[in-house]
């Protein structure tokens, strides 16, 4: 990698102009409508499902909020969004029931009234009589818009959302179920945010992985390295890793790159264990026993602990197997030995979480191997176990 002086670099003019540039460009905010929300009942998942969607179209959230059913308290966190953010996606309070009333709150929002849509009664009426679901009066209040409203069909549930622009923001209203959020966006939300905001460019993520640091001690690492980095960094704990990424637009990409190889320059100097972006250990391992025709992939979870089964069986693939072999009086089963074609991978984490044994074998590999910990043993139970099962899946990739 040349050489490069950043403090030079980002004293240029240019490299301010990029920094201005990326720091004032367009974001969006969330709102969810909903006192099962504000009082813990289910988890705010929208929020994170709008994220995804809107990072490739350039736009990142300036601000997620969540709101009770509370006409005064969802009118505050609108004109809120509206002064921060150039788009304000909404979701939640579309319904037919007493407590769905975001659309009045829109038009309030607006000084806008509602108005009557035929053609929403219309196709309403057909939904719910091809599921023979009675149609009832209160079901006429999902058929009201905003005066000037753009509406984008669901095919999956009976809102249909809906587009209006204030003085200031670009409003998005959906109903609050995931699926029908999903449908509404591609039946032509998706379509005509990228049209408001076609010069905007995408919101690219580089990010690493790095097993066996905590998250100070990554930062102290990469931090004398970063002071002049122009773009939007952050850490996360994902354990067993310690995620680090930067974020940058799609026409900063270039520069980017440059950071990129200078942050993969520090952790090789440590000789640190890491792994970028989306690249994913057991995945890994489930596509290299396919390439090598195993069949089938048999994994044995002979301490029949938790955290083994929790992280094979949340990728595991149909064609795969996955068992745990722990006697009633708590002794580990004998082994087995795998039929033609097979490959039989073999987990036991001591009860210590101190060491964790592994077996690979087929017709032509039985490799044994114990692996220590080398975190302290007053480490979390929890990062201990995971630590020692990333450490054992990075050695049978290398092994398979």
């Given at each position: 990698m040349r050489s490069i002086d950043f403090n030079i670099f980002f004293?240029?003019?240019g490299a301010t102009i990029l920094l201005y540039t990326y720091m004032n460009k367009p974001t969006y905010s969330f709102i969810a409508?909903?006192?099962?929300?504000?009082?813990?009942q289910i988890l705010n998942?929208?929020?994170q499902l709008i994220a995804k969607k809107m990072l490739p179209l350039g736009l990142e959230a300036g601000f997620q909020i969540a709101t009770a059913d509370k006409r005064a308290d969802m009118l505050n966190a609108i004109r809120?969004?509206?002064s921060h953010s150039?788009?304000?996606i909404i979701s939640g309070g579309l319904g037919p029931t007493s407590d769905d009333f975001t659309r009045e709150v829109i038009a309030e929002f607006l000084e806008q009234p509602l108005l009557w849509n035929q053609s929403?009664?219309?196709?309403?009426n057909v939904f719910l009589s091809e599921r023979e679901i009675p149609i009832r009066e209160m079901h006429k209040q999902e058929c009201y818009f905003p005066t000037d409203a753009i509406i984008i069909p669901n095919t999956v549930g009976t809102a249909k959302g809906f587009l209006c622009q204030s003085k200031n923001a670009l409003l998005a209203v959906l109903p609050g179920p995931p699926i029908e959020i999903e449908s509404i966006w591609e039946n032509g939300l998706e379509t005509q945010i990228k049209q408001r905001f076609s010069n905007v460019s995408p919101l690219l993520m580089e990010k690493w992985n790095v097993l066996g640091l905590a998250e100070s001690e990554l930062a102290q690492i990469l931090h004398g390295g970063l002071t002049h980095c122009p773009f939007e960094n952050a850490y996360r704990i994902n354990l067993p890793y310690i995620e680090f990424k930067i974020l940058f637009s799609q026409d900063q990409q270039s520069l980017a790159m440059i950071w990129s190889n200078q942050?993969?320059?520090?952790?090789k100097q440590h000789s640190l264990v890491y792994f970028k972006n989306n690249f994913d250990l057991l995945k890994n391992l489930f596509i290299s026993a396919e390439n090598h025709n195993f069949k089938p992939v048999t994994i044995i979870n002979r301490s029949a602990n938790k955290t083994i089964r929790q992280r094979i069986l949340a990728d595991l693939p149909y064609s795969f197997f996955y068992h745990e072999t722990l006697s009633d009086d708590g002794y580990l089963n004998p082994?087995?030995?795998?039929?033609?074609n097979e490959l039989v991978i073999e987990l036991a984490l001591d009860q210590e979480c101190f060491n964790l044994s592994y077996q690979i074998k087929s017709a032509d590999l039985n490799i044994n191997e114990t692996i220590n910990s080398p975190l302290s043993k007053r480490s979390r139970k929890e990062r201990l176990e995971k630590d020692l099962l990333e450490r054992a899946l990075i050695k049978i990739n290398n092994q398979l």
């Open positions: 004293d240029s003019i409508i909903g006192t099962e929300i504000t009082t813990g998942r929208n929020s809120f969004a509206a150039e788009l304000i929403s009664w219309e196709d309403l942050i993969e320059t520090i952790l082994t087995r030995e795998p039929n033609s």
